[in-house]
Antibody, heavy 119, light 105 residues
Framework: QVQLVQSGAEVKKPGSSVKVSCKAS????????ISWVRQAPGQGLQWMGG????????NYAQRFQGRVTLTTDESTSTAYMELRSLRSEDTAVYYC????????????WGQGTLVTVSS | EIVLTQSPGTLSLSPGERATLSCRAS???????LAWYQQKPGQAPRLLIY???SRATGIPDRFSGSGSGTDFTLTISRLEPEDFAVYYC??????FGQGTKVEIK
Protein backbone atom coordinates (compact mmCIF):
# COMPACT_ATOMS: atom_id res chain seq x y z
CA GLN A 1 0.00 0.00 0.00
CA VAL A 2 1.45 3.35 -1.06
CA GLN A 3 1.58 6.07 1.56
CA LEU A 4 2.14 9.73 0.73
CA VAL A 5 3.09 12.17 3.48
CA GLN A 6 3.20 15.88 2.73
CA SER A 7 5.01 18.79 4.34
CA GLY A 8 3.27 21.17 6.72
CA ALA A 9 1.17 24.26 6.24
CA GLU A 10 2.72 27.41 4.79
CA VAL A 11 1.91 31.11 4.94
CA LYS A 12 3.33 33.16 2.08
CA LYS A 13 3.32 36.75 0.87
CA PRO A 14 1.90 37.65 -2.54
CA GLY A 15 4.58 37.44 -5.21
CA SER A 16 6.64 34.85 -3.36
CA SER A 17 7.03 31.10 -4.01
CA VAL A 18 6.16 27.96 -2.13
CA LYS A 19 7.58 24.46 -2.38
CA VAL A 20 5.55 21.55 -1.03
CA SER A 21 6.97 18.07 -0.57
CA CYS A 22 5.36 14.64 -0.80
CA LYS A 23 7.29 11.66 0.58
CA ALA A 24 6.28 8.22 -0.66
CA SER A 25 6.66 4.84 0.99
CA UNK A 26 5.63 1.35 -0.02
CA UNK A 27 6.39 0.39 -3.60
CA UNK A 28 8.74 1.55 -6.34
CA UNK A 29 8.79 5.33 -6.30
CA UNK A 30 10.58 5.73 -9.62
CA UNK A 31 7.67 4.16 -11.48
CA UNK A 32 4.94 6.18 -9.78
CA UNK A 33 2.97 8.80 -11.67
CA ILE A 34 2.57 11.56 -9.09
CA SER A 35 0.05 14.32 -9.68
CA TRP A 36 -0.71 17.46 -7.76
CA VAL A 37 -4.30 18.54 -7.20
CA ARG A 38 -5.40 21.67 -5.39
CA GLN A 39 -8.63 22.67 -3.67
CA ALA A 40 -9.43 26.28 -2.85
CA PRO A 41 -11.58 26.87 0.24
CA GLY A 42 -15.09 25.54 -0.35
CA GLN A 43 -14.28 24.68 -3.96
CA GLY A 44 -13.71 21.57 -6.05
CA LEU A 45 -10.61 19.69 -7.15
CA GLN A 46 -8.24 21.10 -9.75
CA TRP A 47 -5.47 19.06 -11.39
CA MET A 48 -2.21 21.00 -11.66
CA GLY A 49 0.19 18.56 -13.27
CA GLY A 50 1.94 15.22 -13.00
CA UNK A 51 5.41 13.68 -13.12
CA UNK A 52 6.93 10.21 -13.36
CA UNK A 53 10.29 10.11 -11.58
CA UNK A 54 11.91 7.57 -13.89
CA UNK A 55 11.23 9.83 -16.87
CA UNK A 56 11.79 13.11 -14.98
CA UNK A 57 9.41 14.82 -17.37
CA UNK A 58 6.41 16.69 -16.08
CA ASN A 59 3.21 17.77 -17.77
CA TYR A 60 1.22 20.71 -16.54
CA ALA A 61 -2.31 21.99 -16.75
CA GLN A 62 -2.51 24.95 -19.11
CA ARG A 63 -3.63 27.36 -16.40
CA PHE A 64 -0.50 26.69 -14.32
CA GLN A 65 2.00 26.45 -17.16
CA GLY A 66 5.01 28.66 -16.48
CA ARG A 67 4.20 29.16 -12.81
CA VAL A 68 4.53 25.63 -11.42
CA THR A 69 7.45 23.21 -11.46
CA LEU A 70 7.23 19.55 -10.45
CA THR A 71 10.36 17.66 -9.50
CA THR A 72 11.32 14.45 -7.76
CA ASP A 73 14.25 13.13 -5.71
CA GLU A 74 14.48 9.38 -6.14
CA SER A 75 17.10 9.09 -3.37
CA THR A 76 14.49 10.15 -0.81
CA SER A 77 11.32 9.01 -2.66
CA THR A 78 10.03 12.57 -2.52
CA ALA A 79 8.10 14.63 -5.01
CA TYR A 80 8.00 18.43 -4.94
CA MET A 81 5.64 21.07 -6.24
CA GLU A 82 6.87 24.65 -6.50
CA LEU A 83 4.40 27.42 -7.29
CA ARG A 84 5.74 30.89 -8.05
CA SER A 85 4.31 34.41 -8.19
CA LEU A 86 1.77 33.56 -5.55
CA ARG A 87 -1.46 35.50 -5.36
CA SER A 88 -4.35 35.38 -2.92
CA GLU A 89 -6.29 33.09 -5.27
CA ASP A 90 -3.61 30.43 -4.76
CA THR A 91 -4.75 29.97 -1.17
CA ALA A 92 -5.74 26.32 -1.16
CA VAL A 93 -5.03 22.84 0.08
CA TYR A 94 -2.52 21.15 -2.20
CA TYR A 95 -2.60 17.37 -2.51
CA CYS A 96 -0.21 14.93 -4.08
CA UNK A 97 -1.75 11.75 -5.40
CA UNK A 98 -0.61 8.64 -7.21
CA UNK A 99 -2.14 8.19 -10.63
CA UNK A 100 -2.76 4.69 -11.91
CA UNK A 101 -1.86 5.63 -15.46
CA UNK A 102 -3.42 2.59 -17.11
CA UNK A 103 -6.82 3.50 -15.67
CA UNK A 104 -6.56 7.22 -15.00
CA UNK A 105 -7.60 7.31 -11.36
CA UNK A 106 -5.82 8.32 -8.16
CA UNK A 107 -5.56 5.44 -5.71
CA UNK A 108 -3.49 7.08 -2.97
CA TRP A 109 -3.52 10.65 -1.70
CA GLY A 110 -1.35 12.70 0.62
CA GLN A 111 -3.00 14.35 3.60
CA GLY A 112 -2.89 17.77 1.96
CA THR A 113 -0.90 20.93 2.64
CA LEU A 114 -2.65 24.24 3.29
CA VAL A 115 -0.94 27.16 1.59
CA THR A 116 -2.21 30.56 2.65
CA VAL A 117 -1.23 33.60 0.60
CA SER A 118 -1.74 36.81 2.52
CA SER A 119 -0.05 40.13 2.90
CA GLU B 1 -11.36 19.94 -23.22
CA ILE B 2 -13.87 17.60 -21.59
CA VAL B 3 -16.12 19.13 -18.97
CA LEU B 4 -17.84 16.99 -16.34
CA THR B 5 -21.11 18.33 -14.91
CA GLN B 6 -22.48 16.75 -11.76
CA SER B 7 -26.06 16.93 -10.59
CA PRO B 8 -27.67 17.71 -8.33
CA GLY B 9 -25.40 20.15 -6.54
CA THR B 10 -26.82 19.08 -3.20
CA LEU B 11 -28.82 15.99 -2.31
CA SER B 12 -30.75 16.04 0.98
CA LEU B 13 -31.59 12.55 2.15
CA SER B 14 -32.14 10.54 5.32
CA PRO B 15 -30.05 7.56 6.49
CA GLY B 16 -31.32 4.38 4.87
CA GLU B 17 -32.45 6.15 1.70
CA ARG B 18 -31.03 5.58 -1.76
CA ALA B 19 -28.78 8.22 -3.31
CA THR B 20 -28.38 8.63 -7.06
CA LEU B 21 -25.66 11.01 -8.28
CA SER B 22 -25.17 11.97 -11.90
CA CYS B 23 -22.05 12.89 -13.86
CA ARG B 24 -22.44 14.06 -17.45
CA ALA B 25 -19.50 14.57 -19.82
CA SER B 26 -19.43 17.23 -22.53
CA UNK B 27 -18.33 14.56 -24.99
CA UNK B 28 -18.12 10.80 -24.96
CA UNK B 29 -15.47 9.40 -22.62
CA UNK B 30 -14.14 5.91 -22.13
CA UNK B 31 -15.81 4.24 -19.18
CA UNK B 32 -12.41 2.73 -18.40
CA UNK B 33 -11.28 6.15 -17.27
CA LEU B 34 -14.24 7.33 -15.20
CA ALA B 35 -13.79 7.36 -11.42
CA TRP B 36 -15.70 8.52 -8.34
CA TYR B 37 -14.29 9.88 -5.08
CA GLN B 38 -15.73 10.66 -1.67
CA GLN B 39 -14.43 13.59 0.35
CA LYS B 40 -15.25 14.42 3.95
CA PRO B 41 -14.43 17.78 5.58
CA GLY B 42 -10.74 18.15 6.34
CA GLN B 43 -9.83 14.93 4.56
CA ALA B 44 -8.28 14.01 1.25
CA PRO B 45 -10.53 12.48 -1.39
CA ARG B 46 -10.93 8.72 -1.25
CA LEU B 47 -11.28 6.54 -4.34
CA LEU B 48 -14.64 4.74 -4.44
CA ILE B 49 -15.16 3.58 -8.02
CA TYR B 50 -12.87 3.27 -11.02
CA UNK B 51 -13.51 2.09 -14.56
CA UNK B 52 -17.04 3.44 -14.09
CA UNK B 53 -18.20 0.39 -12.12
CA SER B 54 -15.34 -1.29 -10.23
CA ARG B 55 -15.23 -0.73 -6.49
CA ALA B 56 -11.89 0.21 -5.00
CA THR B 57 -10.35 -1.91 -2.26
CA GLY B 58 -12.36 -1.83 0.95
CA ILE B 59 -15.36 0.03 -0.48
CA PRO B 60 -18.70 -1.39 0.74
CA ASP B 61 -21.00 -2.95 -1.82
CA ARG B 62 -23.73 -0.37 -1.13
CA PHE B 63 -21.67 1.85 -3.49
CA SER B 64 -22.08 1.09 -7.17
CA GLY B 65 -21.23 2.85 -10.41
CA SER B 66 -22.70 2.57 -13.86
CA GLY B 67 -22.91 4.34 -17.19
CA SER B 68 -21.17 4.84 -20.48
CA GLY B 69 -20.56 7.43 -23.16
CA THR B 70 -21.54 10.76 -21.62
CA ASP B 71 -23.74 9.69 -18.70
CA PHE B 72 -22.49 8.07 -15.51
CA THR B 73 -24.15 7.38 -12.18
CA LEU B 74 -22.98 6.69 -8.65
CA THR B 75 -25.58 4.95 -6.50
CA ILE B 76 -25.49 4.49 -2.76
CA SER B 77 -28.15 1.86 -2.08
CA ARG B 78 -28.79 2.65 1.60
CA LEU B 79 -27.15 5.69 3.11
CA GLU B 80 -25.16 5.13 6.27
CA PRO B 81 -24.30 8.07 8.58
CA GLU B 82 -20.68 8.01 7.37
CA ASP B 83 -21.75 8.42 3.72
CA PHE B 84 -22.76 12.06 4.09
CA ALA B 85 -19.97 13.81 2.20
CA VAL B 86 -19.08 15.40 -1.12
CA TYR B 87 -18.69 13.15 -4.16
CA TYR B 88 -16.64 13.92 -7.25
CA CYS B 89 -16.48 12.22 -10.62
CA UNK B 90 -13.23 12.36 -12.57
CA UNK B 91 -12.12 11.54 -16.08
CA UNK B 92 -8.57 10.36 -16.70
CA UNK B 93 -6.61 12.22 -14.07
CA UNK B 94 -7.05 15.75 -15.26
CA UNK B 95 -10.75 16.53 -15.16
CA PHE B 96 -13.03 16.60 -12.14
CA GLY B 97 -16.70 17.39 -11.83
CA GLN B 98 -17.69 20.19 -9.48
CA GLY B 99 -19.02 17.79 -6.86
CA THR B 100 -22.33 16.72 -5.31
CA LYS B 101 -22.87 17.22 -1.61
CA VAL B 102 -24.95 14.53 0.08
CA GLU B 103 -26.36 16.04 3.26
CA ILE B 104 -28.58 14.79 6.03
CA LYS B 105 -32.21 15.79 5.59
Amino acid sequence: QVQLVQSGAEVKKPGSSVKVSCKASGGTFSSYDISWVRQAPGQGLQWMGGIIPIFATANYAQRFQGRVTLTTDESTSTAYMELRSLRSEDTAVYYCARLIAAAGHFDSWGQGTLVTVSS
Amino acid sequence: EIVLTQSPGTLSLSPGERATLSCRASQSVSSSYLAWYQQKPGQAPRLLIYGASSRATGIPDRFSGSGSGTDFTLTISRLEPEDFAVYYCQQYGETFGQGTKVEIK
